[in-house]
């Protein structure tokens, strides 16, 4: 056991989050699926390597699939519920850590904030003019809205 290393060593164990910043500092790229994972864009690393197929997700103005290797530097492109991310990894980490950790993995370029603010404005403004209805529709609705939209 190496003396320097004692600190995090607990009954003959590494704490998980301690032996993932050693191995972090060696990566020189890792799996884009695991990166948007651990960067807390997707709950699962299923989610994120789905969102890689159907072409969410842009590596450098390309459509990148879950197997794609990204590096410090990239530039990449992140469409979720949360709404379109363009930013730039500057740094690989294989585990999900918390929040804190997870921004500190990425910078979100000023376009992208801006963009995603007026959204959120434009989507509550939205809300104002079309609120939603206070009750379901009855049976009798439901026939006129079908009717409305040009259904049997």
Known sequence: MCPELTDGHIFG?????????????LMESL???????AARFFKTRALASKSCDLGRILYN?????????VRVGDKLTVKNEGGEFQIEVL???QMRGPAAAAQALF??????????AKAIAER????Q??????????KRDRRRIIQFRGGA
């Open 13 to 25: 164990l590494w704490h998980r989050s301690e032996a993932a910043m050693v191995d972090n500092s």
């Open 31 to 37: 799996r884009i699926d695991k990166w948007l994972w």
């Open 61 to 69: 103005g390309h459509e990148a699939k879950p197997a794609r290797e």
């Open 91 to 93: 740094a690989l980490s």
């Open 107 to 116: 910078r979100e370029s000023e376009a992208s904030i801006a963009a995603r």
């Open 124 to 127: 509550k403004a939205m809300q």
């Open 129 to 138: 003019f079309a609120p939603l209805p206070e009750h379901r529709p009855s």
